[in-house]
């Protein structure tokens, strides 16, 4: 399977990367937002994006509108992976369309468990 991680921190990407790929997943990264849209521009289509939401250019949340407002990334599922903890936050990145929030710090067993809960590895 494929998955996509979309965060501006180098060190981020690598940890989030390393965690994916002992769950057999074949990881592309992105470094914001509209790095990631011009990556699935070219056709590549993840099972999951992992998205941080503070970054350069194009902002996690608004990345999120707009995989949701295109018809052939209807089945991609969405978890943002970030620092912003608050409620009010959480309530707009689910409203957006992500299936998923998870908040760093995390451990490998909390992506695991979103992952599954997302139907996409097994426990």
Known sequence: MKALVVDDS????????????????DVAQAVDGQDALDLLGTGYVPEVALVDWNMPRMDGLTFIKAVRARDEMRNVSLMMVTTESEHGNIVRALAAGAHEYVIKPFTAEVIAEKLALLGLVGV
């Open 10 to 25: 180098r060190a981020m990407r690598s940890i989030l990367t390393r965690q994916l790929e002992a769950l057999s997943f």
